[in-house]
């Protein structure tokens, strides 16, 4: 009994530490991107797809480190092949929104669809409502409006506040 006390009393205190990739992503969250890239880069070298999905958002956007799309898309690789969805639609959006990245494949539309795809495949809300948007564009796959309005469904149905104000402006303008 004591020593329950003793130990809740040690986690009041604070006298226990958070896990390196919680005070790296303190950091991250925080906006001090200098310090989290510090203290990611060790975790991600050490494989925590966590980690490397936020360091390649960190090269992507060059906070923190200097910009750098490649690096950005081999953490984000790296994060994606041990099925982290949000590495997955990153490298989506490196695709779409990217400046080198694009230019490197023949249709980058398409590699981004492919990507929102395997995360959206698995429930990921933000992947569901841009592979939707894709569908409704006809950007990088068949134009469909059906198949759209499916993936647009699934993301309001995962909480998605874009698909949700957009299946209410659809349901309004009809």
Do not use: T
């Not at 539309?109 to 409502?129: C, I, L, S, V």
């Not at 309001?156 to 506040?161: L, N, V």
């Amino acid at each position: 009994m004591l020593r329950r006390l003793a130990f809740c009393m040690m986690l009041l205190a604070g006298g226990v530490h958070a896990a390196p990739i919680d005070d790296a992503l303190q950091q991250y969250d925080g906006g001090r991107y200098d310090a989290a890239a510090k203290q990611l880069a060790p975790l991600a070298e050490q494989g925590n797809a966590v980690a490397q999905e936020k360091l390649a958002v960190m090269y992507f956007y060059g906070r923190g480190v200097s910009e750098d799309e490649e690096k950005a898309l081999q953490w984000a690789r790296r994060s994606a092949d041990q099925g982290n969805l949000d590495a997955m639609f990153f490298i989506g959006n490196m695709y779409v929104f990217g400046d080198k990245l694009p230019k490197s494949v023949q249709d980058p539309d398409q590699e981004a669809a492919r990507w929102y795809f395997e995360a959206a495949r698995k429930g990921h809300a933000e992947a569901e409502y841009g592979l939707g948007l894709l569908f409704l564009a006809g950007k990088g796959v068949v134009q469909d409006q059906e198949e759209a309005m499916r993936w647009i469904r699934s993301a309001a149905d995962h909480g998605h506040p874009g698909a949700r104000s957009f299946l209410g402006g659809a349901k309004a303008g009809h």
